[in-house]
């Protein structure tokens, strides 16, 4: 392994708690997204001062993170083999991961995984099992700005929504923080926030039109040299 590109911790935080947050609202395909950017980089990098076993429990984690919400889609869609075959793969990779792992109760996901497996169908007698994370779970509004820039952008691109967009409203939205300003970080919350599909498109809507304005911004100062 090499320390190049490796996902910093303030990343695999912001990643594992924007992944949560999607599957909280039910956001099930896009929650995987943040979680496998992150499980990517841990495949062939680690972080100065990571010991080879953290690196192996934090691959393990994200990558049953990802085939953990998995399953819970292709049930949802009454996909039943795909689903027992994801759930028992993501208890496989988080057989080995301590019960309760950055803030992860991961015992109780493998609980969950079980029953799943042996009963897929159960989908659509109960809701889903929670994913809680610090004994609680985790709202859109309790996102960090990082987090909640990796959440929305998973979001536009689970309902086609333009993506580069939204990432690029996040990188304003931090330039923002920095001054004391927030209207890139307030319209990517309500992003989150949002649930009927033509509430998040006037949404997305106002936040590419900032957007578009701060681009053209960018495009002045660049021409000037």
Do not use: C
């Not at 924007?18 to 099930?28: D, K, M, Q, W």
């Not at 950055?102 to 659509?124: I, K, Q």
């Not at 006037?202 to 040299?225: N, W």
């Amino acid at each position: 392994m090499t320390t190049s590109d490796a996902p910093e911790e303030s990343a695999r935080v912001a990643a594992l708690r924007a992944g949560i947050a999607l599957y909280t609202v039910g956001e099930f395909h896009a929650a995987h997204d943040p979680w496998e950017a992150v499980w990517l980089d841990l495949k062939d990098t680690t972080a100065a001062g990571d010991t080879p076993e953290a690196v192996v429990r934090d691959e393990a984690l994200f990558h049953g993170l990802i085939q953990f919400t998995a399953a819970q889609y292709h049930a949802r869609d009454r996909n039943w083999s795909g689903a027992v075959g994801l759930a028992e793969s993501a208890r496989g990779y988080l057989a080995d991961v301590p019960d309760d792992y950055r803030g992860v109760d991961v015992a109780d996901t493998r609980t969950a995984l079980a029953r799943l497996s042996a009963d897929p169908e159960r989908v659509e007698r109960a809701p889903e099992p929670p994913l809680p994370y610090d004994d609680g779970r985790i709202a859109p509004e309790a996102l960090s700005l990082e987090a909640a820039g990796l959440a929305a952008e998973a979001l536009a691109e689970e309902h086609g929504l333009d993506a580069d967009a939204v990432a690029d409203a996040a990188r304003f939205a931090r330039e923002e923080e920095r001054a004391g300003r927030s209207r890139f970080a307030a319209l990517l919350f309500d992003l989150l926030r949002v649930e009927e599909p033509q509430e998040r498109r006037l949404v997305f809507d106002r936040l590419t039109g900032l957007v578009a304005k701060e681009r053209r911004k960018e495009e002045d100062v660049e021409g000037l040299f």
